[in-house]
């Protein structure tokens, strides 16, 4: 229970603004105190931070850790709560097992490859900022069909689609400043930063408007967002066009910012093992036999799925999940909380836990070898959440990179100009830096 050293006046609020990370570190397992101006705790025992998450519905709410942007999130799957919560799981993630996983895969496959595409031999490319056209295109086409082609993908390209990548990161910086702001300023009040992130919004409004509107007039059709209007338009009262909107970014998101982070990791981390680049493609080239991957190879890239794992270990999109206790509580390790309190987890610390994972920095995907399982205690890995708010789209998420990871390694080979792994850069999700130069080869 012993806390990292805090300012004398702000406590832990420099260290959380200024470097995360170093003080996550800082922080043995347990239960950590924090001073964030009042009483807070970061929870990084694992039965702990299981019964945190879950009794999310009940005990602990996401609470005022997400206010900062609700502009963005509306009350939507990520931020809503309670019953309302509940009821947008059964609407929306119904709609979205039914439908959203046929979309993305059919998406994934043809983008990737046209992606690769656009380099030849030896080209050289930012990583992340690549990686991050590649993933929107193919949460953009799944979403919405083609109504925001990006520039690579056509001669005539969206005028939207540009705008439309400005406009989630502008909001995201955003939303991640004011989270750890010593003295968060209301977005309404005419500040510069407000005032760009109000112009983002009215960018992302837009942009759902016109293709739902185009969709109503007949004009155009694809995508997911035409089940979501489908839902609307059967049940208007229970679905609103604001629902809509909501549900539409927050999924577009969530399903395009968290891959290309966790694939940009991926990358890097294979690009310094030979032996584990060089038998996840030994598998890809078993399975697939010199043909493109089909969504039902996905089960068959057993490996690739196991890199995909520990990579999630050692670098999750998600670093840190604030909980606010909503009444009195006793955690399974006999600590009480108070009503009221701020409750933090961290999957980026817990998962490089000594006492979880033996030898926690290494790269092992074999931890996650389901014919030798390692024993791993509930609430020691939790990239994708877990309990009533669990990511609804994480079978999508794992399936969708292994088509991504099984293409660009089928022929390709990645070669950082730089000999280290970068610092992440943890804004809303934990980001590698960028520019990050690498190199592009062709392999037979």
């Known amino acids: 229970m012993r806390s990292p050293p805090g300012h004398w006046l702000f406590g832990h609020i420099p260290a959380l603004r200024n470097d995360p990370l170093k003080l996550l570190d800082q922080c043995s397992a347990g239960v950590i105190p924090l001073n964030l101006g009042s009483r807070a705790l970061l929870v990084l025992d694992p039965t702990d931070a299981a019964h945190v998450l879950e009794h999310s519905e009940s005990t602990y709410t996401k609470g005022r850790a997400f206010r900062f942007g609700q502009r963005l999130y509306g009350n939507s799957l990520l931020v809503s709560e309670g019953p309302d919560h509940h009821r947008q799981v059964q609407q929306i993630g119904g709609l979205f097992f039914c439908h959203a996983a046929q979309l993305f895969e059919q998406s994934t496959i043809e983008l990737t490859r046209q992606w690769l595409n656009r380099w030849q031999d030896g080209a050289e490319l930012d990583l992340w900022s690549s990686l991050v056209e590649l993933t929107l295109a193919i949460s953009s086409q799944s979403m919405f069909g083609e109504d925001f082609v990006p520039a690579w993908r056509s001669e005539k390209p969206s005028a939207d689609s540009e705008h439309i990548l400005n406009a989630f990161d502008t909001a995201m910086q955003y939303v991640a400043r004011q989270a750890f702001s010593w003295f968060p300023l209301p977005d309404w009040m005419p500040t510069p930063a407000n005032r760009r992130y109000r112009q983002a919004i009215g960018v992302l409004d837009s942009a759902v408007n016109s293709a739902v509107q185009r969709r109503i007039a007949g004009t155009h059709t694809g995508g997911f967002l035409d089940h979501l209007l489908n839902e609307h338009l059967k049940h208007p009262s229970t679905f609103s066009r604001k629902q809509l909107r909501d549900q539409a970014l927050v999924l577009m998101l969530g399903a395009y910012e968290s891959t290309a982070t966790t694939l940009c990791w991926t990358i890097l981390l294979l690009s310094q093992h030979e032996s584990i680049r060089n038998r996840m493609r030994t598998e890809i080239r078993e399975v697939l036999s010199g043909e493109e991957p089909q969504p039902t190879d996905a089960k068959s890239l057993r490996y690739v799925a196991q890199v995909f794992s520990e990579s999630l270990r050692l670098y999750p999109s998600a670093w840190l999940i604030p909980r606010t206790a909503t009444q009195d509580d006793t955690l399974p390790s006999g600590l009480n909380i108070r009503s009221g309190c701020q409750v933090f987890l961290s999957p980026y610390r817990t998962?490089?836990?000594?006492?979880?994972?033996?030898?926690?920095?290494?790269?092992?995907?074999?931890?996650?070898?389901?014919?030798?399982?390692?024993?791993?205690?509930?609430?020691?890995?939790?990239?994708?959440?877990?309990g009533p708010r669990h990511c609804v789209g994480e079978s999508i998420a794992r399936t969708q990179a292994a088509l991504i990871l099984a293409t660009l390694f089928q022929h390709r080979e990645f070669q950082p100009l730089t000999n280290d792994l970068p610092r992440p850069e943890p804004v809303l999700t934990l980001r590698p830096p960028s520019p990050l130069p690498v190199r592009m080869h062709c392999v037979s």
């Open 351 to 386: 998962q490089r836990d000594p006492s979880i994972f033996e030898n926690p920095l290494k790269f092992d995907p074999d931890r996650f070898d389901l014919s030798a399982p390692t024993h791993i205690p509930h609430g020691g890995y939790f990239p994708f959440g877990m």
